[in-house]
């Protein structure tokens, strides 16, 4: 089993940039589909992005697209989320995940067996 802890929340001004990581320790993250989701007050958990074992491929839901990059480093053991030009609306808990990989690089909450502890991102406008 796998546990991840993330970092790098934060306050940050509307436009600004904020980097969260995750670093996995148990299992090797390079045997792990990895993907970070957000959750805002009151409001279901939404897929962020997702990047598959190595690296090769991601996936971004749309309202980040252009703005966030999700990368890996196995080696290191860690998952990356760089995040530009924020808006309030990013505001929300940041959860980094782990999963079975599949064919494709899944978007599903369900698809994703272990999740870190969160690291709160605010975004003031």
Do not use: H
């Not at 546990?3 to 436009?15: K, T």
């Not at 090797?28 to 805002?40: D, E, K, N």
């Not at 505001?91 to 272990?114: E, F, K, L, Q």
């Amino acid at each position: 089993q796998v546990q991840l802890v993330e970092s790098g929340g934060g306050l940050v001004q509307a436009g600004g940039s904020l980097r969260l990581s995750c670093v996995a320790s148990g299992r090797t993250l390079s045997s792990y589909t990895m993907a970070w989701f957000r959750q805002a007050p009151e409001k279901e958990r939404e897929f962020v992005a997702a990047v598959s074992t190595s690296g090769g491929s991601t996936r971004y839901a749309d309202s980040v697209k252009g703005r966030f990059t999700i990368s890996r480093d196995n080696a290191k053991n860690t998952v990356y989320l760089e995040m530009n030009s924020l808006k309030a609306e990013d505001t929300a808990v940041y959860y980094c995940a782990a999963g079975i990989p599949r064919r494709t690089v899944v978007v599903g909450t369900g698809d994703y067996p272990y999740w870190g502890q969160g690291t709160q991102v605010t975004v003031s406008s």
